[in-house]
């Protein structure tokens, strides 16, 4: 009977001893940086007013939608969206992050019209308010061959910014082919 609770120390021992070994040899976690708290400014619940156009000199049309946003783990924002386009509800999700390694922002979207996955790389202006996404996808004007994309995301203040998509064309120029305005939507206090 002596031996058993003898054992058990002895076990117990070890697994302390482990343990403190082991909590030694992890590495420090990642910090988020400054150019993840850049990206704080999109959290919170946001209304959208979209125009956008099929190509050069086709007709506009208009949709509304809404977005909320918020930060995973200070390092990621994800934003999930909804927006009604033609009768029809399109709903999305962009992720944008920071690569410190490779000096430059980095996302994705996917949305509920399409299945291809964008990958975004990207950049801050100097002045803080504007964000550019870069993307390679499908080339909707031509099926089967790809395009390059640009998304900017312009902070008009803390509580307005516009988003516009673009692609460029074969003669190398770009075009806009959606704009939109997104407004924060009051706290339930400004309320």
Known sequence: MLARPCVLLFVVGCLRAASISFAQDIPELPQPQK???????????WTSTAEAKMGPGEPKFESTGTQKARMLGGF????????AMMDVTIHSILTVGYDPAKKQYIGTWTDSCNDHLWHYTGKVSEDGRTLTLDARGPNF??????????????????????????????????????????????SAAEK
């Open 141 to 186: 004007a031509a099926p089967g061959t790809s395009a390059n994309y640009r998304e900017t995301i312009e902070f008009q203040n803390d509580d307005h910014y516009t988003f516009s998509s673009s692609v460029e064309l074969e003669e190398g120029k770009w075009f806009t082919f959606m704009t939109a305005q997104y407004h924060r939507k009051p």
């Open 35 to 45: 150019e993840h708290a850049w990206l704080e400014r999109f959290v919170g619940e």
């Open 76 to 83: 990621w924002m994800i934003s999930e969206g909804e927006a």
